[in-house]
């Protein structure tokens, strides 16, 4: 399973190389947020997902200070791709910042909710001179307001079940590139999915949003299947059954 997991991180890795992974004018500041912190954090402490988050522990006066980047930017001024990448960047970066909180002394971040809450009803992320949620951000603004399934492979919450942490900033002007890219990632990674005969094996990310997938989880996966699944789909596709898979929470660092 890791060695099909690296496989399929190529993918979106060589993407990147071709791309220029070092910080772009963009993540300067162009698209209107100076992501340049934040970029140099994921692009020295993440490798194929996994997070080294000790390594952004001993950094973490950097994480701040992005975090406050982010409390001083007024979204509501944001282009709309601007905006959808401001608040998956906020998503994700505020997500680290809580597992911080009580690193190295936790397994999932599930350990950080208490007896009638979740960690992600916790009021800590500071934007636009409101304390919100993380489940705010996701539901009340990103999945709400966007309408864009591919959100899902694009937050990250910490979690080995989760779609990978990208290693670089979303940013405005090639948002789109960068949510096929982590979608493609996803839905290829075997570990995480995989059609076995005529049922498909899917993440319980497909369960619990399955609206957002317009209830058609193999039409889904047509879009971003490739090779050999996308030709055993195409050919069964009336015939396939979908199983979801147990999520693992536990916590997706070293």
Same mark, same amino acid.
């Not at 399929?8 to 890795?13: G, N, Y």
């Not at 988050?53 to 950094?59: A, F, H, L, Q, V």
């Given at each position: 399973?890791?060695? &099909?997991?690296?496989?399929?991180?190529?993918?979106? #890795?060589?993407s990147l190389w071709t791309a220029g992974l070092a910080v772009s004018p963009a993540a300067r500041g162009e698209t209107g947020v100076d992501n340049s912190l934040y970029a140099r954090?994921?692009?020295q402490y993440v490798n194929q997902g996994v997070v080294d !988050?000790? $390594?952004?522990? *001993?950094?973490e006066m950097i994480l701040d200070q992005y975090l406050k980047v982010l409390e001083n930017t007024d979204s509501r001024k944001l282009a709309r791709s601007e905006q959808f990448a401001f608040y998956v960047n906020a998503y994700n970066a505020w997500t680290i910042k809580l597992i911080l909180g009580a690193y190295p002394g #936790?397994? %999932?971040?599930? =350990?950080?909710?208490?007896f009638l809450s979740t960690p992600w009803k916790k009021k800590i992320a500071r934007i636009? $001179? =409101?304390?919100? /949620? #993380?489940? &705010?951000? =996701? @539901?009340?603004?990103?999945?709400k307001q966007f309408k864009d399934p591919r959100v899902h492979f694009a937050v990250n919450c910490a979690s080995q $079940?989760? +779609? +990978?942490?990208? +290693?670089? +900033? !979303?940013?405005g002007h090639k948002l789109n590139r960068q949510l096929d890219e982590m979608a493609a990632v996803f839905l290829n990674d075997p570990a995480r999915n @995989?059609?076995?005969? *005529? /049922?498909? !094996?899917? %993440? %319980?990310?497909?369960?619990?949003? &399955?609206?957002d997938f317009n209830n058609d989880i193999v039409g889904y996966f047509l879009i971003y299947a490739q090779e050999d699944l996308k030709k055993r789909l195409e050919a069964n596709r009336d015939k396939i059954g979908i199983k979801y898979l147990d999520y693992d929470w536990s916590l997706n660092g070293r």
């Open positions: 399973m890791k060695e &099909a997991r690296k496989r399929a991180f190529l993918i979106v #890795l060589l954090l994921l692009k !988050y000790r $390594g952004i522990k *001993n950094e #936790l397994k %999932s971040i599930k =350990e950080l909710g208490g636009d $001179g =409101e304390v919100l /949620t #993380l489940d &705010a951000i =996701e @539901h009340e603004i990103l999945r $079940g989760c +779609p +990978p942490l990208r +290693p670089e +900033p !979303y940013q @995989h059609l076995d005969g *005529n /049922t498909l !094996y899917v %993440s %319980s990310i497909f369960k619990w949003f &399955a609206e």
